[in-house]
Structures are given as C-alpha cells and as structure tokens.
C-alpha cells in the first residue's frame, strides 16, 4: 500500500489509496482504474431524430433544386436549336448566293431541252451540273396547270379563262428556284383568272328566236 497525495493534503490529512493489484481481503485481482468504460447508450428520447419540420424544408429545398436544373436543361435544349437553325440559315444563304450565279446557265439548258437542242456533249455536261445544284439541294419549280401562289409565283402576264375553277398558272416565263422552304428566284408566270362572265350566257342568246323566219 502506497501514500499519494491528491492534489496537497485536505485538511484531515494525506489521502491514501491502495494500488495493491491484488486485493488482500479477496485475493482477487483488482480491474485496473483506467480500463475503458463502456460508451453510454444513446437516450432513448429521440432527441437527435429529424423533425417533421426539417423534413420539409429538406424536400422544398430539393424541388427547388430540381427545378433549376429542369430551367437550365430548357435553356441549353433552346439555345442549341437556335444554334442549329443559325447555322442551316447561314448555309443556306451562303449556297444560295452560290447557286444564284448559276441560274443564267440552268435556264440555258431549260430552253435547250424544250427546243430538243440538249444533244451530245452538251448535254452531258448540262445533265452533270444539274445533278451537282441537286445534290447541294437546288430544286426547280414551276408547272403549267398548277394553282397559283404569290409566296412563290411572280405573275408577269394576266387574263381571264373559263377552263379555269381558280387562278391557275397558264405558263412558265421562268422557272423558280428554291432551296428547302428558302426561295432564291421566284417563278415568274403568266396566270388566268376565271371568266367572271362564262356564266352569263343563256341558251339561245347567239341564236335567233323561235319564229323569227316565220312571217
């Protein structure tokens, strides 16, 4: 058995401990004073458990996330179609200006063909320039018969016709050019209307009356 002091000595005296290992009464060994005690259990009390009230602001905290990310998604999905439609209309206004320096040819070659003058070499070669202005999306329009549209028909010549329900292209000056919806030339026509008086004539009007003969 040892004397320590703790701390200075208390008013009644020095305090002793026994640090025998061994307790002489027992004979058992003693556990020593600085073996590890168990960790006390958590309280039973849900004192750290979420409240309904976190839980909440938890869940409008994540719509609000998932929003933002639902707005900015929008935003990119928008911005790359712009993108996309800017550069198919600068192509397109770039070939077109291409293309537009060729028409004076191309309406060559349509005036050969109808005149059946597109014959040997010529022809060839016209063939091969239309098949590359087709391939880089060049489309000719313009046919006789067809309705026509202001949007993509220019009426150079007009007149009335009572073989016509509406106003319809009678012939093709020029033909048109366009490339998807964008128009480089517009086709220039001659159109008719219909006959405002094909209606009026009754039977008999260019004839003589019954009787007229008869004196």
Do not use: C, W
Request: aromatic share 4%.
């Amino acid at each position: 058995m040892t004397t320590s002091p703790d701390e200075g000595e208390g008013k009644e005296g020095p305090v002793i401990r026994d640090k025998r290992r061994i307790d002489p009464e027992t004979g058992k060994v003693r556990e020593r004073a600085n073996k590890s005690s168990p960790a006390p259990e958590a309280p039973d009390d849900g004192g750290d458990a979420v409240t309904d009230e976190e839980v909440t602001s938890l869940r409008t905290q994540l719509a609000e996330r998932l929003a933002d990310l639902q707005r900015l998604k929008a935003e990119y999905d928008n911005y790359r179609k712009r993108v996309e439609r800017d550069r198919v209309a600068v192509r397109e206004q770039a070939l077109g200006q291409v293309l537009s320096e060729l028409f004076p040819v191309l309406d060559d070659i349509g005036r050969a063909r109808d005149h059946d003058e597109l014959v040997g070499g010529f022809k060839s070669v016209a063939e091969s320039l239309e098949a590359v202005t087709g391939k880089l999306g060049l489309e000719r329009y313009g046919e006789k018969g067809e309705p026509f549209d202001p949007t993509v028909h220019e009426a150079l010549m007009h007149a009335y016709s009572k073989d016509v329900d509406e106003t319809s292209v009678m012939d093709v000056l020029q033909p048109g050019y366009r490339i998807g919806e964008r128009i480089l030339r517009p086709a220039r026509v001659a159109v008719a209307e219909p006959d405002p008086d094909a209606g009026d004539e009754t039977p008999g009007d260019s004839g003589d009356a019954p009787g007229d003969d008869a004196e």
